[in-house]
Every structure is written in C-alpha cells, then in structure tokens.
C-alpha cells in the first residue's frame, strides 16, 4: 500500500502566500525525484517543481523565484513554499514521487489552491 497525502490548500487572496507538504505512508519505497505538479480546469497537468536525490531542482518558469520545493527525499516528506500568489496559480496541485528509471510512480489526490479576492 502506497500513499501520498497533501495538504496545506486553501483559498488566499492575490499576493498571499501558501505551504503545501507532502509525505509518503502506508509503505517502502525508494524514491530518486519528488515534487509538485498541478492542473486547472480545462488545462494539461503541468510540471511546478521538483527535486532530485543527486541534489539539483527544477522549475517551472512561471514560478521561478516565487516558489521553493524543499524536502527529504530519505524521508519521502516535500514542501512547497509558494510566495506572490496570483490567480493564475489557481489550480489543484498534486505531490509526485518516482523511483529511478520510473519504477515506481506515486500520486496524491491533489489539494486545491485558490487564488482569489
């Protein structure tokens, strides 16, 4: 059994700002890259953030130096500090992890952000 629960959603008005962790449960695994995708409504889910057991990170650039992943990959826990909120942010935001070579691939259920006045 493998699971990933979010948290940390919620409504914030433009120019907020948010947390959301992320931690693995339920089972044993070893994972290379973790992190953040999200996907609003009618849109593709798309990449936020992620990081990589060899140490490097990986934005996408529309969050580039207002948001920051952090975590313990060992200890399969991930946050994201995510700064300047504006409504193009709105979206549900899923936590990911992986396992080298895409051997293991685990979702969460996603948390809702809502960016809005």
């Known amino acids: 059994q493998v699971q990933l629960v979010e948290s940390g959603g919620g409504l914030v008005q433009p120019g907020g700002s948010l947390r959301l962790s992320c931690a693995a449960s339920?089972?044993?695994?070893?994972?290379?890259?973790m992190g953040w995708y999200r996907q609003a409504p009618g849109k593709q889910r798309e990449m936020v953030a992620l990081?990589?057991?060899?140490?490097?990170?990986n934005y996408a650039d529309s969050v580039k130096g207002r948001f920051t992943i952090s975590g313990d990959i060992t200890k399969k826990t991930v946050y994201l500090q995510m700064n300047s909120l504006t409504s193009d942010d709105t979206a549900v935001y899923y936590c990911?992890?992986?396992?080298?070579?895409?051997?293991?691939?685990?979702w969460g259920k996603g948390t809702q952000v809502t960016v809005s006045s």
């Open positions: 339920r089972s044993t695994f070893s994972i290379y890259v």
């Open positions: 990081m990589y057991r060899v140490g490097n990170t």
């Open positions: 990911k992890m992986s396992g080298v070579l895409g051997s293991t691939e685990y």
